[in-house]
T-cell receptor, first 115, second 113 residues
Framework: EAGVAQSPRYKIIEKRQSVAFWCNPI?????LYWYQQILGQGPKLLIQ????????DSQLPKDRFSAERLKGVDSTLKIQPAKLEDSAVYLC?????????????FGEGSRLTVL | AQKVTQAQTEISVVEKEDVTLDCVYE???????LFWYKQPPSGELVFLIR??????QNEISGRYSWNFQKSTSSFNFTITASQVVDSAVYFC??????????FGTGTRLQVTL
């Protein structure tokens, strides 16, 4: 079974530029998550999708971050414009069940450096 | 509010030593779930275990064991006879029903020969 795919693995941009990350979850997984992991910290949930609907985006900085999952499969996370403090690893995860049991399958992440 | 504390930032052991990673949590709920995830250098978090708040039985899986004590709000993780492949960052996490996972700050384990 293929795992969660993410791209790009690494991205370096200057502040005020924009960036987009892509995630393809495990086939058949209804729930998709985007987490932000700042160096030395645990992952923090940015947004959770159930199929193509948003379940939780309470910690998403909506003035600069946006995410979509139009067909209920893959997803894109965009940052525009980026700030220095956005430097982090952006992890995508998916889970198979309707109910969030907490057992998530993670991708390898996209490491963003903002200069 | 819920919180997970992993006081050990980094632990270094020699192969074959036993090592315990500490996790202390805070929650006002009576129903909740506790987790351990492993993050190897490749970056992806790997699920290790889930415990619900009503099941305080300790669990053993090969060289891994978990000690859940509600009286001290702790969910500690022990690796017996550590190996170099165990080197990773380990995260403890807490989840209430129908809410998001709250991760601790992680403990980096370095196992050397």
């Amino acid at each position: 079974e293929a795992g969660v795919a993410q791209s790009p693995r690494y991205k370096i941009i200057e502040k005020r530029q924009s960036v987009a990350f892509w995630c393809n979850p495990i086939s058949g997984h209804a729930t998709l998550y985007w987490y932000q992991q700042i160096l030395g910290q645990g992952p923090k949930l940015l947004i959770q999708f159930q199929n193509n609907g948003v379940v939780d985006d309470s910690q998403l900085p909506k003035d600069r971050f946006s995410a979509e999952r139009l067909k209920g499969v893959d997803s894109t996370l965009k940052i525009q414009p980026a700030k220095l403090e956005d430097s982090a690893v952006y992890l995508c995860a998916s889970s198979p069940r309707q109910t969030n049991t907490g057992e998530l399958f993670f991708g390898e992440g996209s490491r963003l450096t903002v200069l | 509010a819920q919180k997970v504390t992993q006081a050990q930032t980094e632990i270094s052991v020699v192969e074959k030593e036993d090592v315990t990673l500490d996790c202390v949590y805070e929650t006002r709920d009576t129903t909740y779930y506790l987790f351990w995830y492993k993050q190897p250098p490749s970056g992806e978090l790997v699920f290790l275990i889930r415990r619900n708040s009503f099941d305080e039985q300790n669990e053993i899986s090969g060289r891994y064991s978990w000690n859940f004590q509600k009286s001290t709000s702790s969910f500690n993780f022990t690796i017996t006879a550590s190996q170099v492949v165990d080197s990773a960052v380990y995260f403890c996490a807490l989840k209430k029903t129908a809410s998001k996972l709250t991760f601790g700050t992680g403990t980096r384990l370095q196992v050397t020969l």
